[in-house]
């Protein structure tokens, strides 16, 4: 829903000159020494020669790279070749995969060609058995769980019932409904059960279904039904004081009895459907695809690459873990409320008291308590005193260092610490450090595309209990996990991913992981994911302060990140957590169900006051210049922008920065979407020099008095709501409100730069163009609306309206007016038994009536009119209220054309482009070739495009592809020349990013001129 003016090149906010030239430089190419060596792999590459004319396997190829790594004198380059490699096992580099000598290792595309690291296994043999509904079915690869599926890249539907079911309560093991049917549904454990709570999606398999006063009891699988009704609260920093339950019942998912509509798939493990006892998927195809010869894929490894450094993830585990032999007179003081881990902690008064604690691994961190009360002790390893040590500080901090050992010999170790001095020494918590700290180093993947990942705990008994972004219970205790990267980094030094393609996984896509260091995500389309686009950092590090384990000095920059979040609606756009100096700049987000970009964790943790309080060691990141639009889609208590807790590194030092970013189109359910989001226990902020528009509720949002010690100036918005409860929170009065539209100069600067630089800008697949019902076309032209008579906005309805309100009248007569440059466009409004009809005027001409009322349930942002297929150009449409008790305008859409140069469109063969031709071409120039075989591949996303070009007697056919399936052959060829003439089009497409290739067969010439999209 990007209008072109929204695609940057770089920041330049006249308050931060130095900050521009920062953000400036990070589009550039990382420099690279000469290449000392170059090998060739391929998808069917064999041997160990890995050269050009006998290239080896992908493994092959980085076995050979170790032999060469320790005696680097320049890059070593693995060139792919293109096709599809598929990974019977995640492709694993290590330590001693790391380049050497101030060079790279680089993975990389061969030029020109594609190479593609596939976890998908290949579906065929498809058969249809129900020809009433159109169910198809084929055998199932071996061992595959069915969580996700695509054909010819578009994800299927896992079967799912409707939205809310009438006639569920929830009990103590589930939910019960007096209907009895489900007692007769196969597969019942493979059947899982969701709910949307305010900010968490919620989801649990079940155990089973059973008869429960005559009716039936979905019982849902533990320890996920606990973990998601109950919801573990340690508190900070792991969560805090809202934990919204599992309830209502959103929608039942994955049974063979709910498989109804195109697009829905159904995995049966048991083979039990069909009696053969042999796995089989059930599909029922779309409109235009064709079974036999489609590319259906079954995702089946959880993750494609896994760059591991050591010593892996290290998480604390309580004062009373078994391993911990106390001696002495030692206490057990719990639920003291000052955030303990566990909430409790060990302690003694006692000089001369011990605590041993034996391991196997190469280091300790004791974490406990720092107060005036806490004084010395002395640290012993392996019977040896090694030191002393201080727990003493001016105030009560909790879950602290206290002691910590490293450089060990891996192997098994007693770490013993002795009371010494102060009034009590206190122990919460022991982190193990198995490994030495062994980065992962200096590799770089450039111009790969990753697809077809899974991601199988959700269909586990510890399903998906989410506590808020992606962060997830599992157990029954306080166990923190994430969801997963396809790629994954973990104790990473100066790796790269840059120029390709993550897409069509079940988890996140990439995640930089355990102390990532100076490393970079750049430059690629992030897509189709499940789970988060990007994620950095950890959630549960905070105490580190060891600065050889901390997440830092990252970068994410011109990514166009799309539909993410595609089955987990609280993933995050890109979500930074516990990190120092990271930095996020000129993305595209857009079209997310949650917030866009959110940094930060702990609440209010490292907020002075607060009884449950520690530090935490981020700080000094930067969100710059980024394009963050249409996010919120499904949740709410969210925004484009989020954070969460303490920034500074604990203690006011390093501020973050928030800078010449747009924000623009956020609902949330309810309304609760903010623009500038600086939630529970933010702190150390300085933002500014931010565009915000079109927000649910506040362009500002500081609720709480833990959130503290930030700076909001010289910011842009059109809504004056804003809420500031903050502690030394400054909103000053630099920032400025706009009415009707009207974007000052300063504004429409950071609006041209935010967002992809040039040479990123055909990432961004190009869309429709969404504008709220109130946009008078400032910011997101080209469309303007206009109102007479007695309307009234209404907002914050909570019943889901584009940006959270409508324009609505109930005196008949009253108009609203649409100008817009295009083809086409969609008006939406909502459907209720109180609204009636509106007569349609299209460019002064009559054009028909529609019909608003209805007898079910008020339904909003519905399409109420729609007209397309327009002769580019502008475009008056006039609705007036004509019936019923309310008319009701909520939005429009705007079909998006674009031309034959835009970056979108990719061109193979020998075109040319010719300019001033004087025919009426679209901006006066076309692409032309006269080669069969040339062709043109447009990416886009949506459900539907036209193909708009010349007709004339010397034009003639071509093939069309969407998807990468052959759908026919149209013809140019007429007696007489016209200019954007529409030769094929195409709709009903499942929503999500597409692919539109035109190949010329005959003729003499193809001319491409103009594209739209919806």
Known sequence: MAPPTLRTAAVAVATAATLVATVGSLAATPARAAVQTVLYASPSGSGSACTLAAPCSLTAARDLVRTLAPSMSGDIAVQLRGGTYRLAASFELGPQDSGTGGHTVVYQAYPGEQPVLSGGRQVTGFTQVDAAKNIWKAPAPAGAQGLQMYVNGQRADRTRSALNPAGFRKSAAGFTTADPSYTTWRNPSDVQIAALSYWKHLRCPLSGITAADGGSSLDAAQPCWANSTESPAPGYPYNGSGRPPFDPLSWIENAYELLSAPGQFYLDRTGVVDGSGTPQVYYIPRTGENLAAADVELPTLETLVNVAGTPGHLAPVNDDDTSAVYGGSWAVSGKRGYGDLGDDVHFTHTDGDSVAYTFDGTGLDVLGETNTDEGGLDVYVDGVRTGSASAYSSTRLAQQVIASVRGLAKGSHTVKLVKTGGGVLTVDAFTVVPDVVAPVHDIAFQGITFSYATWLQPAGPDGYADNQAGVLWAGRSTQVVRTPGAVQVHHGQRISITGGEISHVGGNAVDLADGTQDSGITGNRIQDTSGAGVWVGEVDDYYLNDTA??????????????????????????????????????????????????????????????????????????????????????????????????????????????AGNVLAVSTGNNGAAYGLYHDEGSSN????????????????????????DITIHNNYTDTSRYLNNGTRVDVNSNNTVVTNGSWPQGAKDIIARAGLETGYRSLMPPDADLLNDSDYGGLTAPATISYTGSWNVYSMRQTGDLGADVHATP????????????????????????????????????????????????????????????????HTVTLTKTSGSTATIDGFQLDHSVNDTDPSLAYSGNWSHLTGRGFGDFNDDVHCTTTDGDSVTATFNGTGADVATETNSDEGTMDVYVDGQLRGSVSANTPTRTAQQRVYTIDGLPYGVHTLKLVKTGGDYLLVDRLTYR
């Open 549 to 658: 384990l901390m997440t830092s000095g990252d970068t994410v920059s011109d990514n166009a990140i799309v539909n993410i979040g595609r089955e987990y609606a609280d993933a995050v756009g890109i979500m930074v957590g516990n990190s120092r100096a990271v930095t996020v700049a000129h993305n595209e987000i857009a079209h997310t169900p949650y917030s866009g970009i959110s940094v930060g964790w702990g609440w209010g943790w490292a907020t002075q006051g607060v009884a449950q309080h520690g530090t935490v060691y981020s700080g000094g990141n930067r969100i710059l210049a980024n394009y963050v639009h249409d996010t919120m889609r499904v949740l709410e208590d969210g925004g484009p922008v989020y954070t969460l807790g303490g920034q500074g590194t604990g203690d006011g030092n390093a501020t973050s920065v928030v």
């Open 685 to 708: 902020w300085d933002s500014y020099d931010n565009v915000i528009s079109q927000m649910g509720s506040d362009w500002n949002h500081e609720w709480l008095w833990t959130i503290h």
């Open 811 to 874: 005196a008949n007569g009253d108009t609203a007016t649409i100008k817009f440059t295009g083809t086409g466009l969609r008006v939406l409004g909502e459907l209720s038994s109180d609204q009636g009809q509106l007569a349609v005027t299209l460019d002064g001409a009559p054009a028909g009536t529609v019909d608003t009322s209805t007898a079910g349930a008020r339904q909003a942002q519905v399409a109420i009119y729609r007209t397309a297929n327009l002769p580019y150009g502008n």
